[in-house]
T-cell receptor, first 112, second 113 residues
């Protein structure tokens, strides 16, 4: 069974640009969550999608957005990038009704 | 805002020693997970505990959930270099469903040969 796949693995962007990250969950998992990981703040919850609907959102500015498609694949978008957005962005998929998260390898975003 | 405190933040010990990592919150967890993360990779789930007082074992790793479901510990017996990594506890404060896990900042564990 294939795991959670995130693309791309690495990205370098310039301040002010926008970026889109992609996540394909484990087959059969309908819930996808996104997290930001930085050395200072650790892992922080961004948002969670289930059946194409955002069910929960963390404490991040509106520049961070996401969506989920009918095949459960998800994308997150960050607009007007800031240096502080440099982080490892992790996607996790869950089976319905369970809180255990299965993570992808992450996308390392560097904003210069 | 529910916070999850993890200690110690850093731990470096010799191969063969025992260690314990702690995870505490002022709120009650509906469930708690422990993950291990290696550099450049995503966290990998080790165990989930749900019932107060629950103890689970995974080879040399023993996980305990506090009776009040506000704290948890991870004990490693006879640590090996392969145990090196970032250990994260994560709590779910809502009953069922993936409403977003709250993570501790992690324990960076180094096992020296």
């Amino acid at each position: 069974k294939a795991g959670v796949t995130q693309t791309p693995r690495y990205l370098i962007k310039t301040r002010g640009q926008q970026v889109t990250l992609s996540c394909s969950p484990i087959s059969g998992h309908r819930s996808v969550s996104w997290y930001q990981q930085t050395p200072g703040q650790g892992l922080q919850f961004l948002f969670e999608y289930f059946s194409e609907t955002q069910r929960n959102k963390g404490n991040f500015p509106g520049r961070f957005s996401g969506r989920q498609f009918s095949n459960s694949r998800s994308e997150m978008n960050v607009s007007t990038l800031e240096l502080g957005d440099s982080a490892l962005y992790l996607c996790a998929s869950n089976r319905q009704g369970l809180s255990e998260a299965f993570f992808g390898q992450g996308t390392r975003l560097t904003v210069v | 805002t529910q916070l999850l405190e993890q200690s110690p933040q850093f731990l470096s010990i010799q191969e063969g020693e025992n260690l314990t990592v702690y995870c505490n919150s002022s709120s009650v967890f509906s469930s708690l997970q422990w993950y291990r993360q290696e550099p450049g990779e995503g966290p990998v789930l080790l165990v989930t505990v749900v019932t107060g007082g629950e103890v689970k074992k995974l080879k040399r790793l023993t996980f305990q959930f506090g009776d009040a479901r506000k704290d948890s510990s991870l004990h490693i017996t006879a640590a090996q270099p392969g145990d090196t990594g970032l250990y994260l506890c994560a709590g779910s404060f809502s009953g069922g469903g993936a409403d977003g896990l709250t993570f501790g900042k992690g324990t960076h564990l180094i096992i020296q040969p």
